[in-house]
């Protein structure tokens, strides 16, 4: 990623420390740059888990066996709702999965880490939280096409084959986007432009991501406003049960989109005025915890809505804690 050679400054050693063979001095230097360095203990590699880590870490572990049991449900359904569902159930395991490593490569730990291990660390967040969007509007796509323009009967297949092709590209989408840091989008060499959230995260990269973002959630908002007023302008009877049933669903999906925004939307809003804070001047940037805490929980919240907008789901889930137990 950057070499002594090339990038001399971020090799010396910040006043304050002691020498140690074992600590990432570049990491060091952009935690001390941002301030997130203060108070901050180096020298001890395993530390025992605080008690606001040991929650975090309970509750990304509940997290990854919630969306796995929803998995355990959904593998069997052939409905391209579901496949859908399954592909953001993915995407939220992915994300209690990610939390779990976070934690347990933080705290000190976190200075004695690799460059490409800390870029990958944080790196994984951001690929789930870039696949949970793709996956919400890949549904806004879906269930769009399908109301509006649905395919007659015998071109199930190649529904179904437009499905998966834009599952694997959400998720190739949401790999690139997540890992630019880890292919050279970051700000090692130029530490005046690091955000102080992801100290060598590079500040351009983070309002491009929101930029990204914020055009998904506004098309999905529009998807789903053009869905409302073709149900609303549809009297036909003779489809009234089938109404009802797109309705159900529909109601589910808008349901999971506005809870994502309230989730999400407090982290959003922090990452945002990263972009235009500098460094050491905004203090509400030294305590995201909640904000991370209640982006991580949006993920335990998905199969909630999952199972209260679904009777058939609740059974099912119902049936394999019964068999589980």
Not at 97 to 121: E, K, Q
Request: with cysteine; hydrophobic share 50%.
């Amino acid at each position: 990623l950057v070499s002594p050679t090339l990038c001399p400054q971020v090799y010396t050693l910040p006043g304050n420390l002691s020498a140690n063979s074992s600590l990432n001095y570049v990491i060091l230097r952009h935690y001390n740059h941002t301030g997130r360095l203060q108070n901050r203990n180096t020298s001890n590699v395993y530390p025992h888990l605080s008690g606001s880590r040991l929650f975090f870490l309970c509750l990304s572990v509940f997290i990854t066996l919630e969306n796995l049991l929803v998995l355990g449900y959904i593998h069997h359904s052939r409905r391209w709702v579901y496949i859908c569902i399954a592909n953001i159930t993915l995407s939220d395991l992915l994300t209690g999965t990610a939390y779990v490593v976070n934690i347990c490569l933080s705290g000190s730990t976190t200075f004695h880490l690799s460059l490409p291990l800390w870029l990958f660390r944080e790196g994984m967040l951001f690929v789930a939280l870039a696949a949970s969007i793709f996956g919400l509007l890949l549904i806004a796509v879906e269930r769009y096409l399908t109301m509006i323009r649905p395919l007659p009967q015998k071109s199930a297949r190649k529904s179904y084959c437009r499905i998966f092709s834009l599952v694997a590209l959400s998720w190739f989408m949401a790999l690139v986007i997540g890992f630019l840091p880890l292919l050279g989008w970051n700000c090692i060499c130029s530490m005046e432009e690091c955000s102080t959230l992801l100290p060598l995260y590079s500040k351009s990269y983070i309002f491009f991501s929101l930029l990204i973002f914020f055009f998904i959630l506004l098309t999905i908002g529009v998807l789903y406003a053009a869905i409302y007023c073709h149900v609303h302008r549809s009297t036909q009877l003779g489809q009234q049960h089938s109404r009802k049933r797109s309705v159900a669903l529909l109601k589910t999906v808008v349901t999971i989109v506005g809870v994502f925004i309230l989730c999400w939307g407090p982290l959003f809003t922090l990452l945002l005025v990263d972009f235009f804070c500098d460094s050491r001047q905004c203090p509400i940037l030294f305590s995201a915890d909640i904000c991370i805490c209640l982006a991580v929980l949006n993920s335990g919240l998905n199969p909630i809505i999952y199972a209260l907008g679904s009777s058939e789901m609740r059974k099912a889930m119902a049936k394999l804690l019964c068999c589980s137990c």
